[in-house]
Structures are given as C-alpha cells and as structure tokens.
C-alpha cells in the first residue's frame, strides 16, 4: 500500500520559517520524481517545487530563492524548506510522486502566515 505521510505545518507569522516533510512507503521512492504542491479554496492546485529522482530541483516562480527541495532516498523523505513566509503562501500543501503512470498523493497539511 502506497503511502504519502506529510507533517510540519503549522500557524506562522510574515517573514518566518516552516519545514515540511513527506514520509513515503510502499514505492521504489529512489525511482520517482517528488513534487510539493498547494492549494487554496477556490483556486487549482498549483505545483510549487519538484525533484527529479537525480536531485535537480524545479521551483515556481512565486517561490524561487525562498524555498528549498530536497530528499534523502536512504529515508524516503522529501522536504520543502519554505524561509521569508508570505500571506500568499497561506495553503493546504500536498506531496506528490510521480513515475512513468504511477501518481500518489499525501493528504495534505495546512501551512498559514497571518499577524
């Protein structure tokens, strides 16, 4: 059984930190290709940064020099390093695996930046 586990979010004020992991079981996760997205109501989820399964790292423009991707295949982890938290950034954040078919989803967790 395929499994995406996200944690670390959280209630955050302007310009602070957050972390997010996403624990992953029941896949090759070495093989597949990791993707952080987000979504707020009334709007599409929107992909926000990506790892291909060599390490290379894909951001939105709306993020870019503020979060960072990584992964640790011997863990089976991804995180997504969000610094200088923005209002906009306000989100239900999902971790997602993609390869070749194959697409898995976590169950989201909610990251918010308010004063």
């Known amino acids: 059984q395929v499994q995406l586990v996200e944690s670390g979010g959280g209630l955050v004020q302007p310009g602070e930190s957050l972390r997010l992991f996403c624990a992953a079981s029941?896949?090759?996760?070495?093989?597949?290709?990791m993707n952080w997205y987000r979504q707020t109501p009334g709007k599409q989820r929107e992909l926000v940064a990506t790892?291909?399964?060599?390490?290379?790292?894909i951001y939105a423009v709306a993020v870019k020099d503020r979060f960072t991707i990584s992964r640790d295949n011997a863990k089976n982890t991804v995180s997504l390093q969000m610094n200088s938290l923005k209002p906009e950034d306000t989100a239900v954040y999902y971790c997602?695996?993609?390869?070749?078919?194959?697409?898995?989803w976590g169950q989201g967790t909610q990251v918010t930046v308010s004063s």
């Open positions: 997602n695996a993609q390869f070749s078919n194959r697409d898995y």
């Open positions: 790892i291909t399964k060599g390490g290379g790292a």
């Open positions: 029941g896949i090759n996760f070495s093989a597949y290709k």
